[in-house]
């Protein structure tokens, strides 16, 4: 993944939406990041102060909200966290998962003004 892009992607969404309200200022955005996404919150955090610089979303802060991936079996069709570095259902004990969650990522709230 590379911080920047989504960075620019996050900052023209969060100022979009902004706009839609008539804000004139972004203080804060609440971010959800699947931890599938392997996303740095320190680049994050570096690239949005650098990018954000002259829109109305400068020195706003950042919180992040991470998710749990998910896994779903398809044998047992039961729907796990993933909580282990490898892919095996609890239940049956094969590798037959698929991914459903984790690669989320997605503005949840914003606090403007
Ligand atoms: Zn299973």
Redesign the pocket.
Known sequence: MHEQSIVTYLLSEAVSKAGKEKASRILSIKLVVGELTGIEKDSVIFYFGFLSKKTIAEGATLEFEYTKAQLR?R??D?IFPKDRSDFI?P??N?KVVEIVGGRELYIESMEVI
């Open positions: 079996c044998e047992c039961i259902c239940k049956c094969k």
